[in-house]
Nanobody, 121 residues
Framework: QVQLVESGGGLVQVGGSLRLSCAAS????????MGWFRQAPGKEREFVAA????????LYAASVKGRFTISRDNNKITVYLQMNNLKPEDTAVYYC??????????????WGQGTQVTVSS
C-alpha cells in the first residue's frame, strides 16, 4: 500500500501564493507518476497538474497553466505544487494522486486525504 499525505493548504488573499507538498510512504517507488487534483464544493474532482516519475513529462490544466508549477523530489518521493497569483476560483480541496498517469480521476490508484485551499477576495 501507498500513503500520500498533503500539507501546505490554508487561507490566502487573491493574488497570493501557496506551496502544497505531498509525501509518499509505504510501498513507495520513485517510479510512481504523481499529480494533483482539486474539488470545489458541489463540483466534481478535476485535474490540476501531473509530473512523471522521471520528471521529464508534465501536464497542466488550462486553468492553472502559467500560474501553478508542479515539481518533485524523488529522493524524498515528494511532489510539490507552487501556486501563484491565486484566484477565488482556485478555492478547493486539493488532493495528491499517484500510481497512474493522465488527467482523469480514474487514471490514478492512490489518493491523499486532501488539503483545503481558500482564496479570499
Amino acid at each position: 500500500q501507498v500513503q500520500l499525505v498533503e500539507s501546505g493548504g490554508g487561507l490566502v488573499q487573491v493574488g497570493g501564493s501557496l506551496r502544497l507538498s505531498c509525501a509518499a510512504s509505504g510501498r513507495t517507488s520513485s517510479n510512481f507518476h504523481m499529480g494533483w487534483f482539486r474539488q470545489a464544493p458541489g463540483k466534481e474532482r478535476e485535474f490540476v497538474a501531473a509530473k512523471s516519475a522521471n520528471t521529464v513529462d508534465t501536464l497542466y490544466a488550462a486553468s492553472v497553466k502559467g500560474r501553478f508549477t508542479i515539481s518533485r523530489d524523488n529522493n524524498k518521493i515528494t511532489v510539490y505544487l507552487q501556486m501563484n497569483n491565486l484566484k477565488p476560483e482556485d478555492t478547493a480541496v486539493y488532493y495528491c494522486a499517484a500510481g497512474g498517469w493522465g488527467i482523469s480521476v480514474r487514471d490514478y490508484t492512490y489518493w491523499g486525504q486532501g488539503t483545503q485551499v481558500t482564496v479570499s477576495s
